[in-house]
T-cell receptor, first 116, second 112 residues
C-alpha cells in the first residue's frame, strides 16, 4: 500500500507553546489529507479535512484557530497545535487518499503529543 | 448519533479459532466499508474493504461479509493467531472525497 509518514513520532512540550506535526505522502500525491485525534482506548475522531491549496474543513467542535492546518503541497500537510494545554495531549494521526475519488485511505504512524 | 455501531467491544479467541467482529450502519448513502487493524502506539493499517455490490470478499485469512438489506457487515479472521491481537475498526464512507466514519473499535486478544 501507499506510505504516509508523520514527524515527529512523539513530542513533549510545555503548556502554552505551539507544536507542528508534519504528514507526508511518500510515494504518491495526495490532494486530500485528513487529521484525526485518538484518546487512549478510543476510536479515531476526525478533526479536519485538508485540501491542497485551499482552506481546511473543520469538524464541529474543533477550534480552527487552535489547530492550524496547512496543505501547501500535494505531499505535505501540517497540523499546528497552538498554545497547547494538557488537555490537548493525545495521539494525532493523519491519513491520505491514494488518488482523488478513490476512497482508500492510508494512515500515518501517528504522533504522540504530551503537554506538560 | 453514532453512524457505525461496532460490536463486541472486546473479544478473546483461542489460537486457531475464528474471530468475528460485527458492524451496523444507518446511512444508506455509505458505499465503501473498510476494516483497519491498529497495534498500540501505531496508526491504523488497512486490512480489507468491500463495496455493497458484493456480499463477501476474502483476502487470506480475512473475510468481509456484507448484508446490504440488514445494513450490516462483519470481519471474520480465520485461524486466529496471537499476532492478530490488536484493535480492529470498521468504517464507512459515502465515496468521493468524504471522510471515513469509524466504529468504536474491538480489542481482540488471541490466546494460545
Amino acid at each position: 500500500g501507499a506510505v504516509v509518514s508523520q514527524h515527529p513520532s512523539r513530542v513533549i512540550c510545555k503548556s502554552g507553546t505551539s507544536v507542528k506535526i508534519e504528514c507526508r505522502s511518500l510515494d504518491f500525491q495526495a490532494t486530500t489529507m485528513f487529521w484525526y485525534r485518538q484518546f487512549p482506548k478510543q476510536s479515531l475522531m476526525l478533526m479536519a479535512t485538508s485540501n491542497e491549496g485551499s482552506k481546511a474543513t473543520y469538524e464541529q467542535g474543533v477550534e480552527k484557530d487552535k489547530f492550524l492546518i496547512n496543505h501547501a503541497s500535494l505531499t505535505l500537510s501540517t497540523l499546528t497545535v497552538t498554545s497547547a494545554h494538557p488537555e490537548d495531549s493525545s495521539f494525532y494521526i493523519c491519513s491520505a487518499r491514494h488518488r482523488p475519488g478513490v476512497e482508500t485511505q492510508y494512515f500515518g504512524p501517528g504522533t504522540r503529543l504530551l503537554v506538560l | 448519533q453514532q453512524q457505525v455501531k461496532q460490536s463486541p467491544q472486546s473479544l478473546i479467541v483461542q489460537k486457531g479459532g475464528i474471530s468475528i467482529i460485527n458492524c451496523a450502519y444507518e446511512n444508506t448513502a455509505f458505499d465503501y466499508f473498510p476494516w483497519y487493524q491498529q497495534f498500540p502506539g501505531k496508526g491504523p493499517a488497512l486490512l480489507i474493504a468491500i463495496r455493497p455490490d458484493v456480499s463477501e470478499k476474502k483476502e487470506g485469512r480475512f473475510t468481509i461479509s456484507f448484508n446490504k438489506s440488514a445494513k450490516q457487515f462483519s470481519l471474520h479472521i480465520m485461524d486466529s493467531q496471537p499476532g492478530d491481537s490488536a484493535t480492529y475498526f470498521c468504517a464507512a464512507s459515502k465515496g468521493g472525497n468524504t471522510p471515513l466514519v469509524f466504529g468504536k473499535g474491538t480489542r481482540l486478544s488471541v490466546i494460545a
